[in-house]
């Protein structure tokens, strides 16, 4: 997925260089990613979650395998939630 976002069509020059700086950030900007991800499911935005996590997974400074696994076995608990129709409260 890292080689493929310069490749995407839809995507504009300004948010393909957005994405890359996020990918080569480093400890402070996975903590900020991490810290999204973490908002996003206390406000069940699963979409914004699964971004965010995804993010995390593709950048530079790679999650550890034990951090890999928690982040796949997290992705797998919002796929459960949303297919169970959880979402934002009224």
Known sequence: ??????????????????????????????ERIEHDAVVA???????GARRSLHLRLNMRCAPTSKERA?????LKLIDEAEEKGVGPGP
Not at 1 to 30: C, V
Not at 70 to 74: G, K, W
């Open 41 to 47: 499911m206390k406000k069940a935005d699963w979409q």
């Open 70 to 74: 928690q982040i796949e076995h997290i």
């Open 1 to 30: 997925m890292k080689g493929t976002l310069h490749m995407q069509p839809g995507r504009s020059r300004l948010t393909r260089l957005a994405t890359s700086r996020l990918l080569n950030g480093g400890p402070e900007t996975r």
